[in-house]
Structures are given as C-alpha cells and as structure tokens.
C-alpha cells in the first residue's frame, strides 16, 4: 500500500506564504503524477496543481503565477509552494497520487492523504 503524509499548513496573513509537503511511503518503485487538491467548507474539491513523473506541470486558474508545484522523486515527495496568499485560498488541501507502483503488489491507484488545513485570514 501507499500512504500520503501532508505537512506545512497553518494560519498566514493576506499576502504571505506557505509550503505544503507530501511524503508518500510504502514499498514504492514509482509514482505516476501527483497533485494538490483543496476542498473549502461547503464547497466540492478541486484540483489545484499536479505534476507528471516528468515534472511538467498544471495549474487552476485561481493560483496560475502564485503556487508552484515540485516534486522530488527520490524522495517520493511533492511540494507546493503558496505565495500571496488570499483569503479565499482558506481550505483543507490534500494531497493525491494518481498511480503508484508497489513492489509485491502491483499499481495502486487515487491515493489520498489526510489534508492539512490553510486559513488566511488577519
């Protein structure tokens, strides 16, 4: 199996920056693309970046030019780095691996970890 660890959220100020983690364990030979999804009260989730295995990436609309997705392979960690943040940006973000492949067990796919929570507010 795989499981996805978030780490970095917390309370900022308009304007600031965080950076979210994602470590993913297990017996894990790789991991196909990998994103970043938020889901705010009384609202659906929704994707806000993802990164290939290769490293190309995409982004919403709402964060184009202020969140940067990365990832870091021998590590099967991803990264997103949150800069002037808003208000509206207030949400649980989890973490998503679209496909990992496990030794002994073979592909495992949608892989969610537990979310960590961001508010932005003064």
């Known amino acids: 199996q795989v499981q996805l660890v978030e780490s970095g959220g917390g309370l900022v100020q308009p304007g600031g920056s965080l950076r979210l983690s994602c470590a993913a364990s297990g017996n894990i030979f790789s991991i196909d693309a990998m994103g970043w999804f938020r889901q705010a009260p009384g609202k659906q989730r929704e994707v806000v970046a993802a990164i290939t295995s290769g490293g190309s990436t995409n982004y919403a609309d709402s964060v184009k030019g202020r969140f940067t997705i990365s990832r870091d392979n021998a590590k099967n960690t991803v990264y997103l780095q949150m800069n002037s943040l808003k208000p509206e940006d207030t949400a649980v973000y989890y973490c998503?691996?679209?496909?990992?492949?496990?030794?002994?067990?073979?592909?495992?796919?949608?892989?969610w970890g537990q979310g960590t929570q961001v508010t932005v507010s003064s």
């Open positions: 998503n691996a679209d496909r990992a492949l496990i030794d002994g067990l073979g592909y495992v796919y949608d892989t």
